[in-house]
């Protein structure tokens, strides 16, 4: 797979590709959350430890 900036259009998507895509943007979110939501001192670390 490649990475391109280029938006992919499916103009008629299956339901499962759409539970797929769903899935993956709460996911996204619930990530994003737990980073707002960490203390400075415990991102820094999860930083250098990673």
Known sequence: M???K???VISNPSEKL?????KLKK?????LEKLRNMKP???SRR???S
Request: proline content about 0%; overall charge negative; charged content about 30%.
């Open 6 to 8: 280029e938006t992919l």
């Open 18 to 22: 759409l539970n797929v895509v769903e």
């Open 47 to 49: 930083v250098i430890l």
């Open 27 to 31: 996911d996204k979110q619930a990530k």
């Open 2 to 4: 490649t990475y391109t």
């Open 41 to 43: 001192e415990e991102f």
